[in-house]
């Protein structure tokens, strides 16, 4: 029978903590208050067409350097530091996410990589005809804020 000292009993129970905790859900997440979404709709200025089966509205992206500016402002990141982050719509445009700033956000790079492969699952589920406006949305989210069962 093997016997645990007391450094690795605190490892284990350190890991046990992590698995509990969101430690391993390290992404950068949209604060909720300050970047809640927003959809794309036809009285939209950069509408371009209603796309897939589902006719989602679509809007042509458009993040202006003054909506970098009072993005960064809002989660305070200075402009020095602009070039760490994608200022990212929080809802994709290819899921009907608009160009309001409420749906812009500064995400850090490399995450923005990495939920680049959900953007791909929701735009092949949307053209494909398998997955609806709110089922991407709702994909999207779960990303970020993954439901704890």
């Known amino acids: 029978m093997r016997k645990w000292n007391i450094s690795s009993l605190f490892f284990l129970s350190f890991i046990l903590l992590l698995l509990n905790n969101d430690y391993l859900l390290a992404y950068t997440k949209p604060d909720r208050t300050l970047t809640p979404g927003s959809l794309c709709e036809s009285s939209s200025a ?3 067409g209603h ?8 809007c042509k992206r458009n993040v202006s350097s003054q909506k ?8 305070d990141i200075p ?3 602009w070039n760490n982050y994608e200022f990212d ?17 500064p995400q850090p790079l490399d995450e923005a990589k990495e939920k680049n492969v959900v953007e791909l699952k929701v735009y092949n ?10 089922e991407a949305v709702n994909e999207i989210e779960n990303w ?3 439901s704890q069962e």
Do not use: C
Request: hydrophobic fraction near 35%; proline fraction near 4%.
């Open 144 to 146: 970020f804020f993954p």
């Open 51 to 58: 796309f897939y089966k589902a006719e989602i509205a679509k």
């Open 46 to 48: 950069d509408f371009i």
């Open 89 to 105: 719509h929080y809802i994709p445009l290819n899921a009907g996410g608009s160009n309001d700033i409420s749906n812009i956000w």
């Open 125 to 134: 589920g949307l053209q494909g005809g398998t997955m609806n406006q709110e």
């Open 79 to 81: 402009r020095s530091e």
């Open 68 to 75: 970098k500016s009072e993005v960064a402002e809002k989660y």
